[in-house]
Each structure stands twice: as C-alpha cells, then as structure tokens.
C-alpha cells in the first residue's frame, strides 16, 4: 500500500483538474448567483464529499474482492482510458461559453418549473402545507437539497468518479479521501465564490487537455510500478 502522501497529491491533482469547468462546477456558480451561497456551497460540497467517500469505499473494498495484480491493471488502463478521454474532450468537445449555457438553460427550465408549483402552493393554508411538507424539507432548505441533488446526481458515473474508484483500489485510501475532499472543497469554493464571472474566464480546452495529460502521467507510472501483495 502506497503512502499517505502519495495518494493525497495523486487525488488532490486529479480532483482539481478534472473538476474545474466540470458541469456540477458551473452549476455551482449558476446556483450561487440565484441563491445564498453559504446554502449553495454546503449543499455542493456535502454531495461530493458523500460521493468521494462512496467512491473510494468501493475501491478499497475492490481488492478485497478481486485480486491485487487485478485491481493495478485495471486502474492502470482507467488512467490511460481517461487520459485519452480528457484529450479527446480538449479537441472536439463544445466550448465552455456553450456547455455553460447548456446547464443555465436545464436549471432555467427546473427554476421556473419548481417556481410555478411554489405558487401554486401559495394559495393552500400554511397548516396544510405543513403537513403536506416531507421530513426533509422541513430539516432542510429546499435551495441546499436542490444543491446537493444537482450535484451528486450530475457527478454519479462521471469520469472523476471512476478515476477516484480506481486511484482508491491502488492508492492509499484515506490519502485518496482527504486530497479528494479538499479538491473538491477548493474548486466549489471557487465555483460559488467566482460565479459566472471565473466560470466565463476558465478555459475548459486547457483544463481537460492537463487533466488528460496528468492521468496518462499516473497511468505510466502504475504500469512500471510493481504490483503490492
């Protein structure tokens, strides 16, 4: 098992630039220029903590249930799949100026939808709503759990999902959470505190390409590590 250190930098990195200009990271900062950003950003980043967390359980656990020399080939072929991903996305993907109105126009849509049911609900008695009202939306605002669902329902199956598995079932996996964690902490904080304005000046061409670049870098150096008993 590698060191505390070495997986915190690996999943750091990645985290970084695979979620700068990512769609959630948009959606942060759209979500932070409507809403309150305390609301915004602890519903954001308690999505992605939950989701590093999930992920990097299940690559713990994968060695546990596939042999070692397995588990290394297959996060070795993940790097370089996603590296070559990453790049692809870098040279034909759409623009960030596209990808962002992409996303404003879907929560756009959710905004005058949800919208229209709150006035709509307006002309039932307060008592009724209350007891009509779910658990959840009583213990929560209904701005943080709109947050957190966007986010990890937008981040389940994504590439830095897969990447955070993989890198889990090689790397050491409490390294892997807290670089993990505290990428993720960074470029939301970043997403909501900038809004449009550091969305816009992000180039998202640079970012994949360096995030392509670097998983291809991890991918050559699992291959010519040798396989931990």
Do not use: Y
């Not at 979500?31 to 602890?42: D, E, I, N």
């Not at 596939?66 to 297959?74: A, E, G, L």
């Not at 009509?132 to 957190?148: T, Y």
């Amino acid at each position: 098992m590698s060191s505390i250190a070495q997986g915190f930098t690996k999943s750091l990195a990645m985290t970084i630039l695979s979620e700068i200009g990512d769609k959630t990271f948009f959606a942060a900062a759209i979500l932070a220029m409507r809403h309150p950003r305390r609301l915004v950003l602890s519903g954001c980043l308690s999505a992605l903590i939950v989701m590093t967390i999930l992920s990097v359980l299940v690559g713990w656990a994968a060695p546990n249930l596939i042999s070692r020399t397995w588990t290394h080939h297959i996060t070795t072929l993940l790097f370089f799949g996603f590296g070559l991903w990453s790049i692809k996305d870098a040279i034909f993907e759409q623009g960030d100026t596209e990808e962002f109105a992409e996303v404003e126009a879907k929560l756009d849509k959710d905004w005058k939808a949800n919208n229209g049911a709150s006035k709509n609900s307006n002309k039932v008695d307060d008592a009724a709503k209350k007891h009509k009202r779910s658990f959840l939306f009583q213990f929560f605002s209904p701005i943080f759990i709109q947050a957190f669902s966007i986010t990890f329902f937008g981040e389940w199956g994504d590439k830095s999902q897969l990447a955070t598995v993989g890198l889990a079932a090689d790397e050491n996996p409490f390294g892997v959470v807290l670089g993990g964690i505290l990428g993720q902490a960074l470029c939301t904080a970043a997403a909501v505190v900038g809004g449009k304005s550091l969305a816009s000046q992000i180039s998202e061409k640079i970012v994949a390409l360096s995030g392509g670049i670097l998983f291809i870098v991890f991918g050559i150096q699992s291959f010519l590590s040798p396989v931990e008993s």
